[in-house]
């Protein structure tokens, strides 16, 4: 008889084969991405076609294999994702020009974002795998597969079955593959291999922290624990159908399925015996401990023996007696927390009970609820009162309310308008990237072509070519010698310097007596505007950088004009501060 191998020779070879993957997807990414919409869509549709031909069998080969949940269940789990997903996928372009926004003048263009590892869990295993696949392709990507270890049977056929019907229509080799050898060193390589872009990750909170620590930008999704709120003008024989079939639905092991029920105390007899008439089973204070003392791990997690297992086999595993029709096992509670094992996520037919007097006192254990391991996931209203809808919407942390239906089908869009989806982001509340259900849209980066709408800015107050001084080496208006030495001389005279005037050639004697006229015009002397000029700025000959100081401290402008002479440093300050004023420019 042989023997298994060494964990660590497992180890190695799932290491290996992860590694292997991961390069032969590599070399599909760009014969996929070349691939037209028409052919991509295609290949989408047989996978699609060849999934939901399987759809029984996968299901029935799930139940066997991981002991989860119920095969008609599965059934419609696994159609769900091979025609829902698929028809609402189906219209998405993902290839070239997606979008045109004309007004704009932008272009979007689809780009894959390359290699998906997809960490597929045994709860959900067949028709996360189906849905994977689908979305992965649909955005052109090569998806590698880890399976759970405990379901690898079952996921290896779901993708054996559209690898193939991929591959007859036209997808490259390498486009869908997976993992067989599995162990958790595998799948943390295959997550941090250099050819992978992107993961998908689908399990407990420890696989999606190590998807988020890879070093690649990851989807994760959170555990669930959703509450499910019955305010006093609910339906309540319909609200008590919802929650009994949402939570029963597969044996509740999908995350968004009802974990508590939360109950006006208004309408809490007629709840209470609306539930056992569906087939609940209260549990008295001592059942409940006998209950939580096998169902509750001591991590605080639901012992992996009994999650979706039936409602009569975790009574049985805990020592009670029940009714044989019993569908669900219900703990009345009073409050949340380790304190309270069973107010965790349970991934099976058991059902926390609470009563509270309004829907205000509703809103807040609804909160502690959902802060007890369901942060950004799901809940649901029973209620006909569109106010205090609307009052959930706005004040819950979790990011699908579904109002009026199962939290299971309601929140992956089965019976509600959400997109259809097995994966379900929980957003910053629960720590994940994004609160939508991820579709192929997750799995593109969008190229933006964007044209001109606006010239750049032309300078401000571009300096007077008249005045500006050319940088060296540059040609530019030179500057008159003598009109810049009478600037500076009244410049000086003005501030009580005295200057020699520059000695004139072929100067004549000084006289004694005022002469009738000069001989030579003199410098000018700084003259008043006339009267009827008075109210136009005039602009001034000389500006320094100690006029510009003055005048910002002073809070007043400095009119200059094209004459005007402009040190560069009063020039640079002026222009941070905008101080001048151009001479007919003021008004």
């Not at 005007?564 to 300050?573: E, G, H, K, V």
């Amino acid at each position: 008889m042989s023997q298994a191998p060494p964990a660590s020779d497992r180890d190695l070879a799932s290491i290996h084969e992860a590694r292997e993957l991961a390069r032969k997807a590599r070399t599909a990414r760009n014969p996929l991405a070349e691939l037209s919409q028409e052919r991509i869509d295609v290949v989408v549709d047989a996978m699609a076609q060849a999934a939901a031909a399987e759809a029984e069998p996968l299901a029935a080969l799930a139940v066997e294999e991981t002991g989860y949940g119920v095969v008609r269940d599965k059934v419609q789990k696994n159609l769900f994702a091979a025609r829902e997903v698929h028809r609402f996928i189906r219209p998405m372009k993902t290839v070239g020009v997606i979008r045109r926004d004309d007004e704009r003048k932008v272009l979007e263009i689809a780009e894959p974002f390359g290699v998906v590892a997809a960490i597929v869990p045994s709860t959900n295993p067949t028709s996360t795998a189906i849905y994977k696949i689908l979305i992965s392709l649909k955005a052109r990507c090569p998806i590698v597969i880890s399976p759970h270890p405990s379901a690898v049977r079952c996921i290896t056929r779901a993708a054996d079955v559209m690898a193939r019907a991929a591959a007859a229509n036209g997808a490259p080799a390498n486009a869908v593959s997976w993992m067989t050898t599995v162990t958790l060193e595998g799948t943390q390589e295959l997550m941090r291999h250099r050819d992978v872009a992107v993961i998908l990750a689908t399990g407990g909170t420890g696989l999606v922290r190590a998807a988020y620590s890879a070093g690649k930008p990851a989807y994760g999704v959170g555990p669930g624990n959703a509450p499910a709120y019955i305010e006093r003008s609910a339906d309540v024989p319909k609200a008590v159908r919802d929650i009994v079939t949402g939570k029963t639905f597969d044996n509740g092991v999908l995350c968004s399925s009802e974990n508590s029920v939360v109950v006006d105390e208004a309408i809490a007899g007629e709840v209470t015996r609306e539930l056992k008439k569906q087939g609940a089973y209260f549990l008295s204070e001592a059942e409940r401990a006998a209950l939580a003392a096998v169902l509750v791990t001591p991590k605080h997690l639901p012992n992996p023996a009994l999650v979706g297992r039936p409602a009569l086999e975790i009574a049985k595993q805990a020592g009670l007696q029940v009714p044989a029709d019993t569908r669900v096992l219900i703990a009345p509670l009073e409050g949340v927390g380790r304190d309270h094992p069973l107010s965790i996520e349970k991934l099976c037919p058991v059902l926390s009970f609470y009563v509270v007097s309004d829907w205000q006192a509703g809103c807040e254990r609804c909160k502690e609820i959902l802060a007890f391991g369901g942060m950004g996931h799901t809940m649901s209203i029973h209620s006909r009162n569109d106010s205090v809808i609307l009052e959930f919407g706005l004040r819950k942390p979790a990011f699908r309310i579904v109002v009026n239906t199962p939290t299971t089908h309601g929140s992956i869009g089965l019976t509600t308008g959400l997109d259809p989806a097995m994966m379900l982001g929980c957003g910053g509340h629960g720590g994940n990237i994004t609160s939508d259900n991820i579709s192929p849209l997750h799995l593109l980066n969008i190229k933006r072509v964007a044209h001109e709408l606006r010239p750049a800015a032309a300078p401000l107050q571009p300096a007077p070519a008249s005045v500006t001084q050319a940088a060296p080496g540059r040609s530019g208006p030179a500057l008159d010698g003598d009109l810049l030495a009478a600037r500076v001389r009244d410049f000086l005279s003005a501030r009580g310097v005295s200057a020699a005037p520059p000695p004139a050639p072929d100067a004549a004697p000084p006289v004694t007596s005022a002469p009738e006229a000069p001989s030579s015009p003199a410098a000018p002397a700084p003259t008043a505007p006339p009267a009827e000029d008075a109210a136009e700025p005039q602009p001034v000959e000389f500006v320094c950088e100690d006029d510009v100081r003055q005048a910002v401290r002073e809070s007043r402008s400095i009119v200059v004009g094209e004459r005007t002479i402009i040190t560069p440093a009063a020039r640079d300050l002026a222009a941070r501060h905008q101080v001048f004023i151009h001479a007919g420019l003021s008004q």
